[in-house]
């Protein structure tokens, strides 16, 4: 027990990939065998993650959630900024601006107009319900794009954790409507090619929702509106705590 503690005290980076590795595994298999793609997977191991880091919190009386626990101290770094931010960039680089060209004016309008949209909706939500200062309000802003957006933004502004629990949230309740909602309005809207894909993958921004909504749809529509969630992420990513938040700075 004593060569196994002191192997997870040396190497609490690693035993950080393998907990978040596990989650991620089986919040996959939950959300294809139990829930059968309803939501995604990513979604549902976000929530497991505040569930249990809410947990870590009240055991530990601390305020760092699962990092406090002495096994689990990896997750804190593994969970920092240094990595979130490698993958967001990651993330965006992954999409290919030949793809995106395609698109032309429509992709690049709904990008735009899905950002604004959102941000818009999401500052006007927090401001009834009370929120005044503006990292605050830009924060839930961004988290309306997604559930990455809101964080990012939230660190950047130095916003409490409090509002940056709250833009996850508010995030991956976007994310599950879309999921749940795309393949029962497809139709409706026209989401049936490539084109349309991309557009919807514009407005809507959040990439789990995005991909899950058109699996259930039509598999072949996916990579098109991945490419253009990709690139909602990382627009967000640059456009919200720089000049989203001076324009409402300026305002307030």
Known sequence: MEIFENFIDKNGLIVGFLVIGVLAFLSEIFSKKVLKGYLPGSAIAILAGLILAYFGGIITNAEKGLSDLPYLKGVGTFGGSMFRDFTIVATAM?????????????????????????FVFGV?????????????????????????????????????SDVIALSIAIGVLKAILVTILTPLLA????????????AFGGLMG??????????????ALV?????TATFYTGLGCLLCPSLFYLVLGWIL
């Open 187 to 198: 139709k409706r809207v026209g989401l049936n090619n490539p084109a349309a894909a991309m």
């Open 223 to 227: 990579p098109y509106g991945a490419v």
């Open 94 to 118: 992954g999409a290919s601006y030949l793809t995106m060209k395609k698109a032309g004016w429509l992709g690049l309008v709904s990008l735009l107009f899905g950002i604004v949209f959102f």
């Open 124 to 160: 006007a939500l927090a401001y009834i319900w009370g929120i005044r200062d503006a990292a605050s309000l830009c924060t839930v802003g961004a988290g309306s794009c997604t559930y990455i957006v809101g964080p990012v933004t939230g660190a950047a502004l130095g916003a409490s």
């Open 206 to 219: 959040t990439n789990s929702g995005v991909s899950a909504g058109l699996a259930a749809t039509d598999p």
